[in-house]
């Protein structure tokens, strides 16, 4: 078999069925392409500079094959490290490449980066109310569905709005057009409510469902500290991101006080974001994504890094991460022996059709099929009708006006 390809020619799609995606397209001389996700929520265009302006004009006539030198000459040869905008783009790329290989050795991904390890990848759903009766009807809508762990989130009483509660009876999706929302926050409220929350729907649902929260980087360690301890009697399968995660050795203050399960790094873009985190056992799931923590290569690295110290891995898979990523993380997850679970936030029927993809949700698992390559295309005419439209994530002030983390 003749393995010798170059790459002839990369492109930048960007579409909007009901949110944005920007998608690297990479052509060979072999007439087999790729593709990879570089979104980056709220800052789309950025990516897409990059890798226009910096990125596609040093693909042209290399190996597609050289996953890791193309990554290297990318990280290394910018100079200029990471960041997420500059990994994102790296990202795309090598995703794109690795879609290329499995579709040329005509093998899905996860037997190129050492087979199944399990037959299916266990995942979460996230159920949302704005009180408490209507998250737990909601979570009780998706153990019906089938999952098997569903992350619960509840309007904060006295706060107008709250992290992973949508408006209306529309599903949740955090940006929107126009410039930033702006949204209230306070502390205090919070943590007088989330453990009551959790009392009420761990009563509701009973023992067997796993439950995962995420309180959005909105915390301090010594407050994350406590809101962990409370919520040890309903057994939460992970509180996420209790804090931001800049300051990693602030992690040891929660872990020292609390044996609640903790997930991090969805928006980590490096595994020296972590590294500390990962070393000194403060976290158990590890949430990098592949677009935004630059591609399956380092994703694998940093996956196996974690086995060491018990940590396992929970990528993020909102719906600001394409249908590319999600098949991406679940060649991965399928893979490696430290899989921990897969956020699983359906995406739009209308992002469905401009991405028709192999994998498929069946029982609280999904699964990557079996397609050579990643399993995803884009169907580009429909693509071409749904334009880029600006949007952003909200911002957050505590109640006296002070900007907090949102
Ligand atoms: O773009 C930001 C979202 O991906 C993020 O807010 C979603 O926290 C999130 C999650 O856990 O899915
Ligand atoms: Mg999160």
């Known amino acids: 078999m003749e393995l010798s390809m170059k790459i002839t020619g990369a492109r930048v799609i960007v579409t909007c069925p009901d949110r944005n995606f920007v998608t690297l397209r990479i052509e060979t001389d072999a007439g087999i392409y790729g593709l990879g996700d570089g979104t980056l929520n709220g800052r789309e265009m950025a990516v897409v500079a990059y890798l226009e302006e910096h990125v596609i004009p040093c693909l042209i006539g290399r190996d597609p094959f050289s996953t890791e030198d193309i990554w290297q000459y990318l990280y290394r040869g910018a100079y200029w490290r990471r960041g997420p905008v500059t990994m994102s783009a790296i990202g795309a790329v090598d995703v794109a490449l690795w879609d290329i290989k499995g579709k040329a050795l005509k093998t899905p991904v996860y037997n190129l980066l050492g087979g199944a390890s399990r037959q299916g990848c266990l995942v979460y759903c996230h159920a949302n109310g704005s009180d408490t009766a ?37 599903s949740y999706e955090p940006a929107e057009r126009g410039l930033p929302a702006e949204s209230l926050w306070s502390t205090e409220k919070y943590l007088r409510f989330a453990p009551r929350m959790f ?61 609640t399960p903790i997930a991090t790094g969805e928006v980590f873009n490096s595994l020296h974001d972590a ?61 490696i022996n430290n ?40 169907d580009e005419a429909l693509a071409g009708t749904l334009p880029y439209q600006r949007a952003y994530l909200p911002v957050a002030r505590k109640l006296d006006g002070t900007l907090t983390d949102w």
């Open 339 to 378: 899989f921990g679970i897969q956020e699983h936030m359906p995406h739009t029927d209308l992002t469905d059709r401009v991405f028709p993809h192999a994998y498929r949700f069946h029982a609280g698992y999904m699964y990557p099929g079996d397609e050579p390559g990643l399993g995803v295309d884009i």
């Open 134 to 170: 209507s998250a737990i009807d909601s979570v009780k809508k998706h153990i019906d569905l089938g999952y098997l762990a569903v992350r619960a989130q509840a309007g904060v009483p006295g706060l107008s709005s709250s992290y992973g509660v949508p408006k209306g009876n529309k």
């Open 199 to 259: 009392e009420e729907v761990r009563k509701a649902v009973g023992e067997e469902v796993h439950l995962l929260h995420d309180v959005h980087h909105r915390l301090t360690p010594i407050e994350a500290a406590r809101l962990g301890k409370e919520l040890e009697p309903y057994d939460l399968f992970w509180m996420e991101d209790p804090v931001p995660a800049e300051l990693q050795e602030g992690f040891a203050l929660i872990r020292s006080h609390t044996t």
């Open 275 to 335: 590294h500390e985190l990962i070393r000194n056992q403060w976290i158990d799931y590890l949430r990098m994504t592949i677009v935004h923590g630059g591609g399956i290569t380092p994703l694998k690295k940093a996956a196996d890094f974690a086995a060491v110290y018990h940590v396992k891995t929970g990528f993020h898979g909102a719906t600001d991460l394409s249908p590319v990523t999600m098949a991406a993380a679940l060649h991965l997850g399928l893979a």
